[in-house]
């Protein structure tokens, strides 16, 4: 059965995954989560065990003298002294087991390269040439060298049933690999504050068949159709007149700036702002008419365009499939 996310995303949503892990990354880093918890937890009740033993059988009683008072016992000492170490060694064994299958040395060169920015995700496949924003796909059972990157500030990418988290440093690339043991959409997030929307800065990856991943990604290769309505048409012009071009890349036009995502396919994804909305036409005429009152914050500015503007834009946008 698919694996699917719903909207909007609740927090508690997003940390509860980690329960469910869908990788074999994931699966070492929850594996060790049992192991450390039903060890603590022994820890815990032989302590408290001994701690009320104690209370109950040498609690103080009318008449008693008091107990004898013994300077030392050197076998108790060594012995609750190599107890202890013995637990972190074994804790120590354990977390550096998982440490290298959770996160094994990257790849010479990475299939993804995932930039973080104030308040979305860029993914770039190398290999390829495809740029996304805010949706990454992966074929599934195939392990993915990614280097995350941040164009700003501090962020942090984590897939909780795919991956650890990781931070996105400004000039300081990082390194993970993700993975997934079957098909489904697994929701991503920004878990480092990093700004007024930082709430909003989710991502989805969507794990699929390795022949179902070649179409995605040839799809996304290819340039954007040309519009052949009048209103559509005319969204084109509108985009290409205005400081639109100075932040968006759209294969085949003249826009190919970077500040913002990549337009090229915008049709085809999934949601809006990050996962703010649902991609449908009346969420992204709401977001065209004033992305700030959709997204307090987001970096896009309102061009005060008028209601015949905006649904010539979205007649545009809508044939960016």
Request: aromatic share 10%; charged share 15%; hydrophobic share 45%.
């Amino acid at each position: 059965m698919e694996h699917s996310v719903a909207f909007p995303f609740l927090p508690i949503g997003t940390v509860l995954r980690v329960f469910a892990p869908d990788s074999p990354q994931a699966h070492s880093i929850f594996n060790l989560g049992i192991v450390v918890t039903i060890i603590l937890g022994t820890i815990f009740v032989l302590v408290g065990g001994a701690i009320v033993y104690a209370l109950m059988r040498f609690r103080w009683r009318e008449g008693e003298p008091d107990p004898d008072q013994l300077a030392g016992n050197k076998t108790v000492e060594i012995i609750w002294t190599l107890i202890p170490c013995a637990i972190v060694l074994a804790l120590f064994l354990l977390t550096a087991r998982t440490m290298g299958r959770s996160d094994p040395a990257p790849a010479p060169e990475p299939d993804l390269v995932v930039t973080g920015h104030q308040w979305w995700w860029e993914a770039r496949y190398p290999k390829s040439g495809a740029v996304v924003a805010n949706e990454i796909h992966i074929p599934v059972g195939n392990a993915f060298s990614v280097r995350l990157d941040s164009a700003d500030v501090l962020h942090e990418f984590w897939v909780p049933e795919l991956a650890r988290k990781i931070t996105a440093v400004p000039g300081h690339p990082n390194h993970l690999w993700i993975e997934a043991d079957k098909p489904g959409t697994y929701l991503g997030v920004c878990s480092e504050f990093c700004g007024t929307e930082h709430a909003w800065m989710h991502f989805l990856v969507i794990a699929q068949s390795q022949a179902e991943f070649d179409a995605w990604q040839k799809a996304q290769l290819a340039p954007a159709a040309t519009p052949v309505g009048d209103s559509a048409a005319k969204g084109l012009a509108l985009f290409q007149q205005t400081s639109c071009v100075n932040c968006h890349a759209i294969n085949g036009t003249s826009a190919n700036a970077g500040v913002g995502p990549d337009l090229t396919h915008f049709a085809s994804r999934r949601q809006l702002g990050a996962g703010i909305a649902e991609n449908t036409r009346a969420n992204l005429h709401r977001w065209l008419k004033d992305p700030q009152q959709v997204k307090p914050g987001v970096k896009m500015p309102d061009f005060k365009f008028t209601d015949e503007q905006v649904t010539q834009l979205v007649d545009y946008f809508e044939t960016l499939k």
